[in-house]
């Protein structure tokens, strides 16, 4: 995920951004109908790629957060 996953959600998001500037400019109707299904269909592909990608990860829900790492004891204190 971390080339090609990435990659697909950036082109999507732009593309939709975009879409949304479109739309408020009064763009052709022919013009943001092609790029709505275009989004639509790229961000299905998106959503698959992402989801079948090969990702292997050693870390569970007990490790918590990384950016701001807790111990177990503290955790345990917070609940």
Do not use: C
């Not at 092609?34 to 592909?45: E, F, M, Y």
Request: net charge neutral; aromatic share 12%.
């Amino acid at each position: 995920m971390k080339s090609k996953g990435i990659v697909l959600l950036t082109i999507t998001t732009i593309l939709l951004v975009m879409l949304s500037i479109m739309a408020a400019l009064d763009f052709q109707y022919a013009w943001i109908f092609s790029l709505t299904t275009i989004g639509q269909i790229l961000l299905v592909i998106t959503v698959y790629h992402v989801l079948k990608d090969n990702y292997k990860t050693e870390k569970t829900f007990d490790d918590w957060y990384e950016d701001k790492p807790i111990g177990r004891d503290q955790r345990d204190s917070m609940r």
